[in-house]
C-alpha cells in the first residue's frame, strides 16, 4: 500500500485593475478648473450653478465644496476644479475671488 499526499490546489495570480477602471472613485478626480461667476445659489438647500468664464453649460455647485465658511451668493466671482461625477461635470474646490 503506497501513501499518496495530496497537492495543494492551485490558484491563479492576482492582478490589479488598471486605474482607468478602478470604478466611481477613479472617476471623481478633479480634470480641470476655471473662473466664473455663481449664476444662483440656494443656501437653505446647499447647492447652487456657476457658469463658467470660458462658456459652456453651468457647473453644479455643492456646499460641501466650497473652501471657507461664508455660503455663495449670486454674483459672486469664483475659482473652482471641476471633477467628473456620475450625473456630469461639477465644480468642486470652490474660492471666492
Do not use: W
Not at 466611481?24 to 476655471?34: E, I, T
Not at 463658467?52 to 465658511?69: C, E, K, N, R, T
Request: proline share 8%; net charge negative.
Amino acid at each position: 500500500m503506497h501513501l499518496v499526499q495530496a497537492a495543494e490546489p492551485q490558484t491563479a495570480p492576482q492582478r490589479s485593475a488598471p486605474a482607468a477602471a478602478a470604478g466611481p472613485a477613479a472617476r471623481d478626480v478633479p480634470v480641470r478648473g476655471g473662473e466664473g461667476v455663481v449664476a444662483r445659489y440656494d443656501g437653505d438647500r446647499g447647492f447652487g450653478f456657476i457658469t463658467p468664464d470660458a462658456g459652456g453649460d453651468d457647473l453644479f455647485a455643492h456646499v460641501s465644496v466650497i473652501m471657507g465658511s461664508e455660503p455663495l451668493q449670486k454674483g459672486d466671482r469664483v475659482r473652482y476644479a471641476v471633477r467628473q461625477s456620475d450625473r456630469g461635470p461639477q465644480a468642486d474646490r470652490i474660492e471666492r475671488l
